[in-house]
């Protein structure tokens, strides 16, 4: 294992010494469990003090190391139950200066210690208390990761403070709004801890202070804990303490920026407690949160560990233990062979956000909080109401099913296409988790085809055998399911986010001298399917295909894709290297075809292209005609059973663009008599359904694009015609670039460059020296830290984005239209839907005068940004409360402390910063009298 301590801990501390000497005895548990279940990920242990233990271990060579495991979210959802929290910021006239940026470093980082089942508030007060932001002032925010950037941002642009502190107005304000929504329903509070965080430079004694205390907190409900920036007097620092040790609460000192860091976490030791003296196995799940070691999503289980010293009741936190769960480990239990196309599985949390869903999308930078994505933000229900029952119900630990139309886009990365199921939905709670799993099983995945048992002698060898060719022309391939667990013993011990599935020949070689009985490593009705497609493809394709006719038909490539998970491609070219996705939902070749389920396009031929996102290049230039070699265009049908209500698979194949635009050109002048070759005035296009260019007699380029990119008035006359229509859905994932100032003359940027500046400086200079050094620095550079904190965790910044979905409305077009372009310009056009496809034909006719066409006129389907909804805009979410909770009172008596870093480190620290000044300065003045005689004695 390896142990890591954040640069902002002195390292050499003796409660970190000791910490990393006491854990040094997991060892032999983090290599047990491996050795039980070789597929676990990261094993670690943080202790109390912020030393991190991790197994497998790795050795880091940074220079600067700001991870701090007890301000990830497995840490502190151990520890702690739910609470709401209100913030009071002390902006009297005394807070002026370094106590001001103090303070605000504790707010923006105790917020950082929130998490999903936390609500809070922020107020400011001197004479008069106020909201940080104005329209929450009777009601508290739930933590997301969201919401707390918003009052981080909030928080920078507060004003300088002034006048008095009115502490008993402030105080009862607190108690007021905190004992309200208490009250409320599970959306406006945490129902369980109650707690006040009062931030001051000291209180002067006032009778009227108490009075609140006593009246509005007689039952010791709400605990306090007190944080007092800068130096103050004893007077008004012994009142700060006592405020809190009355309520149950704890008093913290900051005297400098240094301090915050650290200091701010040691409130979650004492609400620790009421979790330790239950004595219960207290195990969490987190939401989900992106791996910064490139695993992906991942939630991870922990529990906090507790010792009672010197067999006391009282039991004081040690730290957390904890292990990783890759999302795509969970994904993998669910039977997606079975579920068919558009079928899936998903599971939320207690407030609706998403664990494990195929539209849930990795997020491509670290993030430091988990994405939050709620279920009716991806499940697209036409009724809107359809989506919120179904999420009621699974929060409401209810177990049922319930169908709904709802509306599925894909593919997978770019969204721009849609199909419409008719879905039913089952669902139930997971038990002893805070989380609720689901199936979407479409109305047509109803009925599944199963080998007969029975009849497995009349096709297994054969079936067999078509795992396997020889021929190089054929490709076969199986699906990425669990057929038959023949992993090597190497392979089962590879990590659990990498999942082996054996191939078509590792089938074959398993199973070809086996053809009597399958053992206990297969999957039986699963195998025989797929030996029972397999058999009846390798049959069909062996008496009606070769490679010969299909050269001879401008086909580059036929394939067979079964729905029991066996595909078959035979091509054209013995060197063609690009095999299909073994996932048989891919989506050019099946599932494109296989959204086209209703029974009267059951005879239609799909053709489908890449779909190319993103603005073309050279839009606006001049375009040349070449013979760019931009891919094929497949075109598949889907094959039902005899009654049409079972879909056996897929059968298509590939053909070049070059042909398709032959077949257009040949085509326009048989229908319409219209010339579309290359050097016609007339510009033809075969769209898809979603207005995708299949072919062109304009450069072949601009193949896959979406038609408007280049015809946009025409796609504006056909909405308003209705021969278009446009579905848009919010895409609440999003990433956008951040939005902030980021020239090299920004405040953020001229602090970083300094701090790196002087801290290498340093460092090279007094190696020895590092931590101690690094605690200096952060105690001068306020911003800078902060700056460097938010350039690292959030290089982009989540959005939301409109996407825009056009459709043919009619599978039957045959229309005529005109429209000007401009003065000199107006355009006719014919549109005419193909017979038994997906596609139109559009040729388009200028009428110019003095011009040689209209004028390009852009309307794209790109995603668009929507303005950031603010927090108080944020739609109220229905969720539940954890049902267990441990809750610190007053009542919960112990010896109320000062929590302070460790004095005889401090004075290590002292002493160590002291001499290294020292030192610095004796170089600097050495240099300095050495230049002023080298130049002394030059100018002599």
Not at 36 to 63: I, M, T
Not at 82 to 91: A, G, N, Q, T, Y
Not at 578 to 598: G, N, V
Not at 660 to 671: C, D, F, L, S, V
Request: glycine letters at 4%; charged letters at 20%; hydrophobic letters at 35%.
């Amino acid at each position: 294992s390896h142990v890591q301590v954040p640069t902002e801990i002195f390292k050499n501390d003796k409660q970190v010494l000791n910490n990393a000497r006491m854990s040094e005895g997991l060892d032999e548990t983090f290599m047990s469990n491996y050795a039980k279940d070789p597929a676990l990920l990261w094993q670690y242990f943080c202790s109390e003090a912020g030393v991190h233990r991790v197994f497998p271990g790795e050795n880091s060579n940074r220079k600067i190391d700001l991870y701090d495991c007890r301000r990830r979210l497995w840490y502190n959802q151990a520890i702690n139950s739910p609470k709401d929290v209100v913030i009071l910021m002390d902006m009297s006239g005394s807070m002026t200066g370094a106590h001001f940026k103090i303070s605000k470093l504790i707010v923006q980082s105790l917020l950082d210690t929130l998490q999903q089942d936390d609500f809070f508030n922020v107020l400011y007060f001197n004479q008069a208390t106020g909201f940080l932001i104005d329209c929450l002032n009777d009601t508290l925010a739930q933590a997301t990761s969201y919401n707390k950037n918003q009052f981080k941002q909030a928080v920078t642009r507060l004003q300088s403070p002034k006048s008095v502190a009115n502490f008993p107005t402030a105080l009862k304000k607190a108690f007021r709004l905190i004992n309200k929504v208490s009250t409320h329903r599970a959306t406006s509070s945490s129902s369980c801890n109650k707690v006040i965080m009062l931030i001051s430079d000291g209180i002067d004694f006032d009778e009227h202070t108490h009075e609140i205390l006593d009246d509005e907190n007689a039952e010791k409900e709400v605990v306090i804990f007190s944080y007092i920036v800068g130096q103050s007097t004893d007077e008004g620092r012994a009142e700060m303490k006592d405020i809190a040790c009355q309520s149950g609460g704890e008093h913290y000192d900051f005297p400098t920026v240094g301090n915050v860091l650290d200091g701010v976490l040691k409130y979650q030791k004492r609400l620790s407690q009421p979790l330790g003296q239950s004595l219960d196995d207290h195990v969490i799940f987190t939401p989900l949160y992106l791996d910064g070691s490139g695993l992906g999503m991942m939630t991870t289980i922990s529990t906090a560990v507790f010792s009672n010293k010197n067999g006391s009741d009282t039991r004081e936190l040690i730290g957390v233990a904890g292990m990783d769960i890759v999302v795509s480990l969970l994904q993998q239990q669910y039977p997606v062979q079975k579920m068919g196309v558009f079928g899936h599985a998903f599971a939320i949390n207690n407030n609706g956000l998403f664990l494990m869903h195929p539209k849930f999308k990795d997020q491509s930078g670290y993030l430091p909080d988990p994405a939050t994505v709620y279920l009716d933000e991806v499940e697209f229900t036409t009724n809107p109401s359809k989506g919120i029952e179904l999420k009621r119900a699974m929060i409401n630990n209810e177990t049922g099913c319930m169908s709904a139309e709802a509306d599925w886009l894909f593919p997978k990365h770019s969204s721009q296409r849609v199909v419409r199921l008719n879905n039913t939905y089952c669902y139930r709670p997971m038990e002893k988790t805070p989380f609720f799993a689901g199936v979407s099983m479409p109305q047509q995945n109803a009925i599944q085809m199963v080998a007969d048992k029975t009849k497995a002698h009349l096709f297994r060898r054969s079936g067999i055998n078509a795992l396997h060719s020889d021929d190089p022309n054929v490709i076969i391939e199986v699906a990425e399911w669990s057929f038959c667990d023949i992993r090597t013993e190497g392979e089962k011990k590879q990590p659990a986010s990498i999942k082996y599935y054996p191939t078509a020949e590792d089938l074959y070689q398993y199973l070809k001298n086996n053809d009597e009985d399958l053992d206990e490593k297969c999957d039986e009705e699963m195998l025989l399917t797929l030996l029972l497609s397999a058999s009846v493809v390798a049959n069909f394709t062996r008496d009606h295909w070769s490679v010969e006719e299909l050269t001879h038909n401008n086909i580059t490539d036929a394939y067979i894709i079964t729905s029991s998970g066996f595909t078959y491609i035979l091509s054209t070219d013995v060197n063609n290297t690009k095999r299909l996705d073994r996932d048989i939902f891919e989506e050019i070749r099946f599932t494109h075809p296989a959204s086209f389920y209703q029974k009267e396009f059951h005879n239609q031929l799909t053709f489908s292209v890449d779909i190319k996102s993103g603005k073309p290049q050279n839009l606006h230039d001049k375009e040349v005609f070449n013979d760019e070699e931009i891919g094929n265009i497949a075109i598949g049908k889907s094959v039902y059973t005899g009654d049409e209500n079972t879909m056996l698979g897929v059968v298509g194949m590939s053909v070049r663009v070059d042909f398709m635009n032959r077949i257009m050109h040949e085509a326009a002048q048989n229908i319409t008599d219209s010339d579309c070759s290359k050097n016609s005035s007339q510009k033809c296009y075969l769209i898809d359904e979603n207005g995708y260019i299949v072919a062109t007699n304009r450069p072949v380029n601009r193949v896959g694009y979406f038609l408007g990119w280049y015809e946009g008035q025409l796609i504006e006359d056909m909405e308003k015609r209705e021969i278009l229509e446009v579905r848009e859905y919010n895409d609440t994932q999003a990433e956008c670039p951040q939005q902030s100032d980021t020239s090299s003359s920004s405040p953020a940027n001229i602090l970083k460059t300094f701090y790196y500046t002087v801290f290498q400086l340093v460092y090279n200079v007094l190696a020895h020296t590092l931590a101690i050094t690094w605690w200096m620095l952060t105690s001068l550079l306020t911003v800078s830290m902060n700056a460097i904190g938010v350039s690292a965790a959030s290089r982009n910044v989540s959005c939301t984005k409109t996407i825009e979905i056009y459709l043919l409305k009619n599978r039957s077009i045959d229309t005529e239209g005109a429209f000007n372009c401009s003065s000199n310009c107006s355009q006719k056009y014919i549109i005419q839907s193909i017979p038994d496809t997906n596609l139109a034909q559009v040729i388009i006719n200028n009428n110019c005068r003095g011009a040689d066409e209209c004028p390009l006129f852009s309307k794209n389907n790109e995603p668009k940004r929507t303005r950031d909804l603010t927090v108080c805009e944020q739609p109220l979410r229905y969720r539940r409360a954890l049902s267990v909770c441990y809750k610190l009172t007053g009542e919960d008596k112990r010896a109320c402390f000062d929590v302070n870093e460790n004095k005889e480190s401090n004075i290590i620290i002292y002493l160590i910063v002291f001499i290294s000044i020292c030192f610095a300065i004796i170089i600097a003045i050495s240099f300095n009298m050495y230049f002023r005689k080298y130049f002394h004695g030059r100018c002599m």
